[in-house]
């Protein structure tokens, strides 16, 4: 079945640059979206990208490569505000999105 | 205030007990949906409902039972839970239906505990 891969934690250090991965299927698969959830919180939506390369929104970027079945999530000059999970989540053709298990984001002062 | 409002935003349950989660939206989506959220695990699609029909239902077992009486509000329906449904349950909604990766809503979700 169609399953989304990434890490269950990151630490990093606040003003540091860290990058989130996530590998998926690659049948069927038309997109990947990423989501932020604080804990306690509503997941809020981040960036879709439907075509490879980098989509950058301020501090935060996301990748796609279709050819390696991957993208990541990058946080720029990250503030303590930015702990939360991150969320990667697949569109298929099946018209359902496809969630990973999400990677807990630790900011260290 | 994420414009989707779930109510309420903890409940603690008999397995004996019916519950009610409420979801509302003024948005102006034409789609919502139900999600599970348990520990360290992918959300998991309970429901969908696309302009008020039902249009995905992902083998949830009949002791959830939803309700969308129109496009601004959705019920999900509790009876006889086992320990193993307590959960966050997650409300969406988004403009454009299953399709539209970036445009769901989330609520906030209500977290159900079944003693």
């Known amino acids: 079945g169609q399953s989304l891969e990434q890490p269950s934690e990151v630490t990093a250090v606040e003003g540091a640059i860290v990058q989130i991965n996530c590998t998926y299927q690659t049948s069927g698969f038309y997109g990947l979206s990423w989501y932020q959830q604080h804990d306690g919180g509503a997941p809020t939506f981040l960036s879709y990208n439907a075509l490879d390369g980098l989509e950058e929104t301020g501090r935060f970027s996301s990748f796609l490569s279709r050819s390696d079945s991957y993208g990541y999530l990058l946080l720029q000059e990250l503030q303590m505000k930015d702990s939360a999970s991150y969320f990667c989540a697949g569109l298929y053709s099946n018209y359902q999105l496809i969630w990973g298990a999400g990677t807990k984001l630790i900011i260290k002062p | 205030e994420t414009g989707v409002t779930q109510t309420p935003r903890h409940l603690v349950m008999g397995m004996t007990n019916k519950k009610s989660l409420k979801c509302e939206q003024h948005l102006g989506h034409n789609a919502m949906y139900w999600y599970k959220q348990s520990a360290k695990k992918p959300l998991e699609l309970m429901f969908v409902y696309n302009f008020k029909e039902q249009t995905e239902n992902n083998s949830v077992p009949s002791r959830f039972s939803p309700e969308c009486p129109n496009s601004s509000h959705l019920f999900l329906h509790l009876h006889t839970l086992q320990p193993e449904d307590s959960a966050l349950y997650l409300c969406?909604?988004?403009?454009?239906?299953?399709?539209?990766?970036?445009?769901?809503?989330f609520g906030s979700g209500t977290r159900l505990t079944v003693v």
């Open positions: 969406a909604s988004s403009q454009d239906g299953p399709s539209d990766p970036g445009g769901y809503t």
